[in-house]
């Protein structure tokens, strides 16, 4: 629902992730698009290590929803812990039925 089949076609089709966030407003829009899921994985890292930059060191708590995709969630929970000291604690939540209408197959979504 948030981008078209068309899009999502070429975008599968080209290995595009996109990353999508707050845009300012409450909705969520696109950030970025990423080629490949790793590359996408280490973005992510990169940007919520940039936006938790300025927060007291382990005051944040961070929530991971995924779906179908427990390696994955597990792979980002060390990366952001390693990478974001205003990270306390990362808590993981499998998701799926109603939820993967945020997050497909392979989805991540995080709030902190």
């Known amino acids: 629902g948030r981008i078209s089949k068309v899009a999502g076609l070429l975008g599968?089709?080209?290995?595009?992730?996109p990353?999508?966030?707050?845009?300012?407003?409450g909705s969520i829009?696109?950030?970025?698009k990423v080629r490949g899921t790793q590359n996408a994985m280490r973005r992510l890292?990169?940007?919520?290590?940039?936006?938790?930059?300025?927060?007291?060191?382990?005051?944040?708590?961070?929530?991971?929803?995924?779906?179908?995709?427990?390696?994955?969630?597990?792979?980002?929970?060390?990366?952001f812990l390693k990478?974001?000291?205003?990270?306390?604690?990362?808590?993981?939540?499998p998701t799926s039925g109603l939820s993967t209408v945020y997050a497909y197959d392979g989805g991540i979504v995080l709030a902190y």
């Open 29 to 32: 829009a696109a950030i970025e």
């Open 19 to 25: 990353i999508m966030g707050d845009d300012g407003h």
């Open 45 to 79: 890292v990169e940007l919520i290590a940039e936006g938790t930059r300025e927060a007291a060191a382990s005051s944040l708590t961070m929530v991971l929803s995924y779906c179908n995709c427990p390696e994955r969630a597990m792979m980002l929970k060390k990366e």
């Open 12 to 17: 599968g089709m080209l290995s595009l992730r």
């Open 83 to 93: 990478k974001c000291a205003a990270l306390r604690e990362v808590i993981l939540v």
